[in-house]
């Protein structure tokens, strides 16, 4: 039976509820949102206030207007780079960035936008005096990942937040490895924008996310995609008015209803205890591997700022092979590569080799991770 530690790409499996509310909505209700007041359509718009009104209950926002679906954390990202940015502008961000981030702003770097990406020391921690000194004076954004996808390293973004809110410039957080899995606090990060998925740590579908923008930053964004609404339909325009001006088109309500299906359980339960199922989990690997000759673990080496993912590199052999025997021998599913970020992989001084990802997660037990330091033992000719 396999083992599944990919919990970074994709949470798995989803959170009890989601098939059953994604089947009931395309078995009983199937109608759209915003274009006819009859029950079933009534049923799905309900459905998508639910989820609106859950997303500010689990991050501490408080207008669920400015709780805007999409089709992912991608998408997020994308609609506030290229909705708010213009020519002449400057973006600081940080050498451990996704490729969701790092490939909007090289793109927009060739229409005029610059951007800094400040380093971050061995272990793929920022100091954010660091990004105090980057400031210039046409920053108009600072835009960041909350924990790495590579290292498993948290920034440091209450302190971040800070000096963002102390210069005048609005700060964007990439959650898509802290959502679900640690506590994101809207207001007390200081944040103007948070991109969330909905398939990774909120144990959701894929295909959905959303983006939680501060109404004085909401002002600011110009429709990354202009389409019909369902409302204000007499007008070429999109509407000025939220959610509606950044949700053109048809929205994913089978994800909808799942997502909703899966915060309403995150929500039942005592998410620090959850928490401290996965580090538990994130403590004993580490440790094991510790005691192991030939392996080296990428990012911090405790559990300090840092959530449960944790990257190997085996200097002396070829990770792809190493991954690839993990799997053929144990059943363990997991990510081998540079995981979509190669400047983290550079920061690390993992690149282009790239590495072996383990990713914990509540669902997972100590006897699944007991085995997978088995099989490693066992692959590595290491005797118990």
Not at 288 to 314: C, E, H, M, Y
Request: proline share 6%; with cysteine.
């Amino acid at each position: 039976m396999q083992i599944y530690f990919d919990h970074a790409a994709s949470s798995f499996p989803k959170a009890p509820g989601v098939a059953e509310a994604m089947g009931r909505y395309l078995n009983q209700v199937g109608a759209n949102v915003n274009r006819g007041s009859y029950e079933s359509a009534s049923a799905a718009s309900f459905e998508v206030l639910k989820l609106r009104e859950s997303l500010c209950q689990l991050f501490n926002f408080s207008s669920p207007e400015h709780a805007v679906i999409c089709p992912g954390n991608t998408f997020s990202i994308n609609q506030v780079l290229k909705g708010y940015l213009r020519p002449g502008d400057h973006v600081l961000t940080t050498a451990m960035e996704h490729n969701a981030l790092a490939r909007p702003l090289e793109q927009l770097s060739a229409q005029g936008i610059a951007y800094t990406c400040v380093p971050c020391d061995h272990e793929g921690l920022m100091d954010p005096e660091d990004l105090r000194r980057a400031i210039r004076p046409n920053t108009r954004l600072v835009a960041l990942q909350h924990a790495s996808n590579v290292s498993g390293g948290l920034m440091l973004v209450a302190e971040i937040g800070l000096i963002c809110q102390q210069a005048g410039i609005p700060l964007m957080l990439d959650a898509a490895q802290s959502a679900g899995h640690i506590p994101v606090d809207f207001e007390a990060l200081h944040l103007s924008a948070l991109c969330v998925p909905g398939h990774k740590g909120l144990l959701g579908p894929q295909g959905i996310g959303a983006l939680l923008v501060r109404q004085d930053f909401a002002l600011q964004l110009s429709p990354l995609i202009a389409g019909g609404t369902g409302s204000q339909s007499a007008s070429l325009n999109m509407p000025a008015t939220y959610p509606d001006c950044l949700e053109a088109g048809t929205p994913n309500l089978p994800g909808i209803y799942g997502l909703t299906a899966a915060l309403e359980w995150l929500l039942s339960q005592d998410m620090a205890a959850l928490h401290q199922q996965e580090m538990a989990l994130c403590a004993q690997f580490m440790d094991g591997v510790k005691a192991l000759p030939g392996i080296r673990i990428l990012g911090p080496q405790t559990l300090k700022n840092r959530v449960a993912v944790v990257s190997l590199d085996f200097p002396e052999q070829d990770n792809a092979a190493i991954a690839w025997r993990l799997e053929e021998e144990g059943q363990l599913c997991l990510r081998c590569g540079l995981h979509c970020a190669p400047l983290a992989h550079q920061t690390l001084g993992s690149f282009p080799q790239g590495a072996v990802r383990f990713s914990f997660s509540h669902s997972n037990t100590k006897e699944q991770v007991d085995s997978a330091l088995c099989v490693l033992r066992r692959v590595m000719g290491i005797s118990s």
